[in-house]
């Protein structure tokens, strides 16, 4: 048998990291505010999707065309 032992990196101390409380509060202050506006774009975007469906519906039950924006505004027809 061989004597050679396989060489191990040396022991190092456990390295420790401070934070300070402003540190920790910026940072859970900012994921917070990021979840926030993710929601709210969510949120914007599913009103948008149910209030054009709801617009669809009613036009669809008067029996009438769905106008275009250009189309509702009254100084478009006088041209």
Known sequence: MSTN?????TMQD???IEVSLKEVILGIGSIIVLIIA???AK???QKAI???AGRLITYAMNGGDIPCKE???PESESR
């Open 71 to 73: 189309s509702m505004t």
């Open 50 to 52: 149910i209030d054009a």
């Open 14 to 16: 456990n390295n420790v």
């Open 38 to 40: 993710r929601d709210y």
């Open 43 to 45: 949120f914007r975007r």
């Open 5 to 9: 032992q396989p060489r191990l990196p």
